[in-house]
Nanobody, 128 residues
Framework: QVQLVESGGGLVQAGGSLRLSCAAS????????MGWFRQAPGKDREFVAG????????YYPDSVKGRFIISRDNAKNTVYLQMNSLKPEDTAVYYC?????????????????????WGQGTQVTVSS
């Protein structure tokens, strides 16, 4: 059973920062690529950031590149999403998800329709 536990969401003013955490078991952390996604009301879930378990390479869509940073803490089996210069359009429920790297490569490991397991989500609200 794969469990992903997100935390760190909340309310922040535009221009502020938040750091989200996604904790997993050691087995999960050492097996899967991990990524962050978000879903705003009335919109499709979208990819936000990903990190390769094998290479450590990070991936971001243009909408967050330069503002968001994904990182792994191997000692804590946790992946973080540091979000800076937040905008009201970043308001969404943020989800952590994992994908087995044996069945994907590169950016393709973060297809929202092909992730293997999902966390429960954490709400991020950015006020203007």
């Amino acid at each position: 059973q794969v469990q992903l536990v997100e935390s760190g969401g909340g309310l922040v003013q535009a221009g502020g920062s938040l750091r989200l955490s996604c904790a997993a078991s050691r087995r999960t952390f050492n097996t899967y690529n991990m990524g962050w996604f978000r879903q705003a009301p009335g919109k499709d879930r979208e990819f936000v950031a990903g990190v390769s378990r094998i290479t450590g390479i990070t991936y971001y869509p243009d909408s967050v590149k330069g503002r968001f940073i994904i990182s792994r803490d191997n000692a804590k089996n946790t992946v973080y999403l540091q979000m800076n210069s937040l905008k009201p359009e970043d308001t969404a429920v943020y989800y952590c998800a994992v994908r087995d790297p044996a069945y994907c490569s590169g950016y393709g490991c973060y297809d929202v329709h092909k992730m293997d397991y999902w966390g429960q989500g954490t709400q991020v609200t950015v006020s203007s």
